[in-house]
């Protein structure tokens, strides 16, 4: 039983890989036609055309053709010499598109398979079969119409290529399925030849046509402009009537116009007189009422004005009596403040020669400290510009766009703050002007009362003041010696007892450098001349000091005078004018 069935499954296998291998040679060998493509086969069974079918190829038995069947367009050109001739012997240019294919049936599939072999499906291959079938008919049926019937019939010339057509495309098995005319226009004048007969007969036909066209083409233009200028003529004349109208109207109105305004000028003569005298009247008797009213304002102007005067009078003897009392009070100031600035100036000049000697040993710690101070700042500096660099990159964009806020607020409020600063400015200005006028005048009062001897002494005072920035100036060179050395060679060889002597003239060690330093300034004479009059030589400390001393004297008495004069003035005057 096994074995029996194992035969069975044998058998069965066999059978179905039998019809496997027939189904794969079977598809492989079957091909089928298609709605555009017709097949022909030929060999072993002879031609059969396929077109909406299959077929069974076998190769080695079969040949296999396809053929096909969708519409080729083919485009004929006749241009220039080439162009058609017409019955009137005329030359045409004529573009022409036919559209063919192959006649969907099984002899013309046979017939245009056998006339083009494989190249019935090439386009070129169709046009270089039919091209000289297709311009035969183009000439034959342009033979037989001449170009102005070709031109206003274009659909009979169309007609008449396809019926001479049909016969010669039915034979390669081909259907012509419509014709187009793209371009028709006639040939230019130098493809004609003068030397042909089509060619003489069509270029007298051309030239007799176009002169006769120009000829009433130029008859047109000329009747067109004899009309034209007629017309102008006749407009010209009418507007000369129209306008010559017009001028009379409008002299007639500019006659009416100046009737009526003489009139209305009479009239409005008559009114404006009668208007004149009223007014005259009106202002006669305006004239003698305000007479009597500025008589009566003038009298009450008068006696506020005696009354304002007596006002005015008493008041200013009361303020020339007050200012007097503060002018004499003030130079009495004047003199006190200027003996105790006399005492204070000979202190000043003391003091100062004992800073001399320390400020040359002030120098040089000074120099070392400024150099370690530089160099410590310049580290100071080059580390703190690495920083800002770093933290500047980092915040740059953030900083930027607060600061383009910024500055946008800004400006508002620092236009406005601009606009109340000016005014407030101003009104300080003008404030301060009149308070310093004010003060400048009772200063020019009391200085005129001050004697000869009191403005010296402010002349003085002035100098003593202005003398410290004057010698600063002057000895700026010194400030370019780095340092001073003194050799004293005093009782070397024995001379002490001599120097001595003469030192006790020339005075001691400090004095002579401080003497030596004073030279090396600019300006000397001026400067020694300056201090001359304050009663100073300028040549050495000890002049400087004894001439302050010297002058203290005079100063004192200078400020005894002072308290003198102001008695004296008070005394005198007595009390001011009432």
Known sequence: MPAQLLNVLIYAGIVLFALVVIGIILTRLY????????????????????????????????ELMQVRLTTVK???????????????????????????KVKPDAESIAAAAQTLGDSVNSPDAVKSLLDGKLVSALRSV????????????????????????????????????????????????????ENNAFDAEGLTVLTRTIEERKKIRNDIVATNRV????????????????????????????????ARRAEQATAIATAEAEQTRLAEIARITAGQAQTVAQTEADKVIQTATIARDGAIQTATIERDRTIEIARITTAVQTAQKSEEESTATAAANEARAL?????????????????????????????QRAQEEAVGITVAATAEKEAAEARASALRTEATAEADAEKARAEGREAAF????????????????????????????????????IIAAASKPMENIDKISILDARGLHGDSGSDGASGGG?????????????????????????????????????????GSSADAAPARASSNDAHKHSASLNGGRGNPPA
């Open 31 to 62: 091909r089928r036609a298609t709605k555009d493509v017709a097949l022909i086969r030929t060999g072993f069974g002879g031609e059969k055309v396929v077109l909406n079918g299959g077929i069974m190829v076998i190769p080695v038995l079969h």
């Open 74 to 100: 083919l485009e004929v050109s006749r241009l220039n010499k080439d162009a058609l001739i017409t019955l009137d012997k005329l030359r045409v240019d004529v573009v022409g598109l036919f559209h063919i």
């Open 142 to 193: 342009a033979a037989t119409m001449t170009m102005e019937h070709l031109h206003a019939n274009r659909a009979d010339f169309i007609q008449k290529v396809q019926e001479a057509l049909m016969t010669d495309l039915d034979m390669n098995g081909f259907q012509l399925e419509s014709v187009s005319i793209t371009h028709f226009d006639q040939t230019a004048f130098e493809h004609f030849n």
């Open 227 to 258: 009309e034209i200028e007629q017309r102008n003529l006749d407009a010209n004349n009418q507007s000369l009537e129209i306008a010559q109208a017009a001028e009379q109207a409008r002299l007639t109105q500019e006659q009416t116009l100046s």
């Open 355 to 383: 800073a001399v000697r320390a400020e040359e040993s002030v120098a040089t710690a000074k120099a070392t400290e400024i150099a370690n101070r530089n160099k410590n700042v310049a580290v100071i500096a080059a580390t």
């Open 434 to 469: 009149k308070v310093d006028a004010a003060g400048q005048a009772s200063l020019n009062e009391a200085t005129n009362l001050l004697s000869d001897s009191q403005t010296a002494l402010l002349i003085r005072r002035a100098m003593l003041e202005a003398l410290p920035a």
């Open 506 to 546: 020339q005075g001691n060690l400090a004095d002579a450098a401080v003497a030596a330093a004073m030279r090396y300034r600019v300006g000397g004479p001026l400067i020694d001349g300056l201090m001359a009059e304050l009663g100073m030589t300028g040549s050495s400390l000890n002049g400087m000091l004894a």
